[in-house]
């Protein structure tokens, strides 16, 4: 069975603090791992990672991909309170989306 | 540009009721889904459909069933609702055999009483 666990589940941290999300999983067939941020609605998709090593980056979000050690990185530099959002790390099994309970970064001002 | 919609964004239903959730996608995507969202549990897949007609069980099928009579819509019926089917509720579409991800609705937040 297809497995996606990400930590922690929540935390809260202050406007101008660096936030570190993460995400294991174990997936037969692994092609990719994606990141989604949701916030009051739809997730929206942030990143898909599918090379070990490679950083990809997007403003202050980054991620990366470990394909020995089976896990992945979300981090957010200089938080603002608009980053305030469930984030959601997913990997695909054929046309299948295994999703991570999400963690959820409350920032404050 | 909405590409998935869901009919209702807040939906209130007594138990024992039969509930339909709506969702068309306009991307002629061959893949759609349903997931439900709750605290601490994630999104959990309760049936997808890969065809017009075909329907396959995702994770948490138990107390409900799907409808796939058209490619661009997909409906999730809650047979008999009970309370602890309230849950925010996603459909998603996407591409044959795409690793690229989905597309989400906005969700439907359903409540039973």
């Known amino acids: 069975e297809d497995k996606v666990v990400q930590s922690p589940l929540s935390l809260v941290v202050h406007e101008g603090d660096t936030v570190t999300l993460n995400c294991s999983y174990e997936v037969t067939n692994f092609r990719s791992l994606l990141w989604y941020k949701q916030e009051k609605k739809a997730p929206t998709f942030l990143f898909m990672l599918?090379?070990?090593?490679i950083e990809k980056k997007s403003g202050r979000l980054s991620s990366i991909l470990d394909k020995k050690e089976l896990f992945s990185i979300l981090n957010i530099t200089a938080t603002q309170t608009g980053d305030s959002a469930i984030y959601l790390c997913?990997?695909?099994?054929?046309?299948?989306?295994?999703f991570g309970a999400g963690t959820t970064v409350t920032v404050r001002a | 540009d909405v590409k998935v919609t869901q009919s209702s964004r807040y939906l209130v239903k007594r138990t024992g009721e039969k509930v339909f959730l709506e969702c068309v996608q306009d991307?002629?995507?061959?893949?759609m889904f349903w997931y439900r969202q709750d605290p601490g549990l994630g999104l959990r897949l309760i049936y997808f459909s890969y065809d017009v007609k075909m329907k396959e069980k995702g994770d948490i099928p138990e107390g409900y069933s799907v409808s796939r009579e058209k490619k661009e819509r997909f409906s999730l019926i809650l047979e008999s609702a009970s309370t602890n089917q309230t849950s925010m509720y996603l459909c998603a579409s996407s591409r044959a055999a795409s690793f690229y991800g989905y597309t989400f609705g906005s969700g439907t937040r359903l409540t039973v009483v």
């Open positions: 599918t090379s070990s090593g």
């Open positions: 991307m002629d995507h061959e893949n």
């Open positions: 997913a990997a695909p099994n054929d046309y299948k989306l295994s």
